[in-house]
């Protein structure tokens, strides 16, 4: 059984992967690459939460580095900060939000860890979207629900996403000779 090399926080924090990758207690593990729906989606999400930057006062940072302990660092694929956070390169503290965009080889079971770990940090929206099955879910502590409406809202804020009007829009662009 092969083992993996273990490195150090500081040589993780100062090497760059592409694309972008997990440290989890000292081991890198790579994240599945994005399809297009995939890259179209986490695109459409951080533009709604742009679109509303001057309600929330937040950004959306896709890919964005998150320090959920002090061992841990997660990749989101959307994450939204407050504006004027000042966590300059890394996300240190807790952010509104953090959503996975499912991959195809993604599982929802695979999802969990990340999901405990953004629980565990306190991120009070854990989003779940899968843009092939137009499914979203929410994390509730460590269960992921459903969400059986068109409506997802942002929990602490006045905003609600309309997951209809989302998906509509993904499709659209993957499929724009189709209207």
Known sequence: ????????????????????????????????????PHSQLQFLLAKWFDQHFDTLGCSALPEQRVRVTPGRFRIADVCVVPADNSDAFIIETT???CIEV???????????DRIDDYTAMGVPNI????????????ANGRALQPVSTPELPVIGTPLVLNLTTLFAELDRRLHPTQR
């Open 127 to 138: 989003w779940v979207v899968d843009p092939l099955d137009h499914a979203a879910w929410v």
């Open 1 to 36: 059984m092969a083992t993996a090399t273990l490195i150090s926080v500081a040589e993780y924090l100062a090497t760059s992967y592409r694309p972008d990758c997990d440290y989890i207690d000292g081991e890198i593990q790579e994240r599945n690459l994005g399809t297009r």
């Open 102 to 112: 499912l991959s195809p080889e993604d599982r929802l079971s695979r999802i969990q």
């Open 95 to 97: 952010p509104l939000a």
